[in-house]
């Protein structure tokens, strides 16, 4: 047999895979931005039945039982807290951040495409709102790593006089994971 004919279908196959993969990508990454807008209406202060809370400097965080917060000395440089799933499917990082410049909403999105587009070669942005938090309301940007195969999320918070962002991550194909990080986000205040 030809070697070409037998390539064909598999490209086919790798085309098809790669729309399968970042269709996946692009649910999990609505469900992370409508999980949290869609408790806007509702009290933004837990995160769910059997949920335990951690006490960070000026916040708190709730979490499901089935994510551990990582130990200060394994932290990454800057973190505050971190939390992460025990099956590593997700993680939420928390950090104290200066405030950002008023440039408006629009501006602020505009920079973290940019900024994010230039940083990963598959960055695909889902959304940028306004959503509710224990604290507030927060700016919440949703993009997709559809190489990664992840849905992320970065959201603005401010606490008292604090200000904090919650870099929020959840493993594509997986809407329990990804609801689990909007319920840990909608958890962060006092």
Same mark, same amino acid.
């Given at each position: 047999?030809?070697?070409?004919?037998?390539?064909?279908?598999?490209?086919?196959?790798?085309?098809?895979?790669?729309?399968?993969?970042?269709?996946?990508?692009?649910?999990?990454?609505?469900?992370?931005?409508?999980?949290?807008? *869609?408790?806007?209406? #509702?009290? &933004?202060?837990?995160?769910?039945? +059997?949920?335990?809370? $951690?006490? @960070?400097?000026?916040? !708190?965080?709730?979490?499901?039982?089935?994510?551990?917060?990582?130990?200060?000395?394994?932290?990454?440089?800057?973190?505050?807290?971190?939390?992460?799933?025990?099956?590593?499917?997700?993680? *939420?990082?928390?950090? #104290?951040? &200066?405030?950002?410049?008023?440039? +408006?909403?629009?501006? $602020?999105? @505009?920079?973290?495409? !940019?900024?994010?587009?230039?940083?990963?070669?598959?960055?695909?942005?889902?959304?940028?709102?306004?959503?509710?938090?224990?604290?507030?309301?927060?700016?919440?940007?949703?993009?997709?790593?559809?190489?990664?195969?992840?849905?992320?999320?970065?959201?603005?918070?401010?606490?008292?006089?604090?200000?904090?962002?919650?870099?929020?991550?959840?493993?594509?194909?997986?809407?329990?994971?990804?609801?689990?990080?909007?319920?840990?986000?909608?958890?962060?205040?006092?």
């Amino acid at each position: 047999m030809n070697e070409q004919v037998l390539a064909a279908p598999l490209h086919v196959t790798s085309r098809r895979r790669k729309l399968a993969n970042a269709v996946v990508a692009a649910l999990a990454g609505a469900t992370i931005a409508t999980a949290i807008i *869609v408790a806007n209406g #509702r009290d &933004a202060g837990h995160s769910g039945p +059997g949920a335990t809370e $951690l006490k @960070g400097p000026g916040f !708190t965080i709730a979490y499901p039982r089935e994510w551990q917060p990582v130990p200060a000395a394994k932290l990454p440089d800057g973190a505050a807290a971190m939390l992460r799933r025990t099956d590593g499917k997700g993680a *939420v990082i928390v950090r #104290r951040k &200066a405030q950002p410049r008023d440039g +408006g909403l629009r501006a $602020l999105t @505009g920079q973290l495409t !940019t900024t994010l587009d230039r940083r990963f070669d598959d960055f695909q942005f889902v959304s940028a709102r306004i959503a509710r938090t224990r604290a507030g309301n927060a700016f919440l940007y949703t993009f997709l790593r559809t190489k990664q195969k992840t849905a992320q999320s970065i959201a603005l918070v401010k606490v008292g006089a604090a200000n904090y962002t919650l870099d929020g991550v959840a493993a594509t194909g997986d809407q329990r994971v990804a609801r689990e990080v909007a319920a840990i986000v909608r958890s962060f205040g006092r």
